[in-house]
């Protein structure tokens, strides 16, 4: 536990790396386990948990403030208000999880993004046609 502005910056900074590297075993895990669970899902889901990570911890440190003066100004101990922090910013990560479930909007842009796939060629290419091609434009 830090004290103070660097000490509560350092531990931002190691929870943040830790939900990270949490977030892409997890989504590891699933990519190796899930059947249908593709590389757009994975990439997708792992982007999503980013910017999940970012708002919440944004809008953590902005309602942190309030907190931290209005108890520390009341007397109360550091852990208690240490305490208090780690539920906002779990209510916090757990609303926009619920948010992403409501509205759909990994689902919406995985689905997007495999619906666009490029059209396959109407011939196959094969590695003849090089050649074949190569002696029609060619004097040789």
Do not use: C, W
């Amino acid at each position: 536990m830090g004290v103070g502005t660097q000490g509560m910056g350092a531990v931002s900074a190691g929870a943040t790396r830790f939900a990270i590297v949490f977030s892409l075993a997890y989504r590891v895990v699933e990519l190796i386990f899930k059947e249908e669970y593709t590389l757009v899902d994975f990439f997708v889901n792992v982007t999503m948990d980013m910017a999940k990570l970012a708002v919440a911890t944004q809008v953590t440190t902005l309602v942190t403030g309030s907190i931290v003066t209005g108890a520390l100004t009341a007397g109360v101990s550091v852990i208690a208000v240490a305490v208090g922090v780690f539920v906002v910013g779990a209510l916090i990560a757990y609303a926009l999880y619920k948010l992403d479930d409501e509205y759909g909007i990994s689902e919406a842009i995985i689905k997007a993004l495999k619906s666009h796939r490029p059209p396959k060629p109407e011939t196959p290419y094969h590695p003849d046609q090089f050649f074949t091609l190569l002696g029609r434009y060619s004097r040789g």
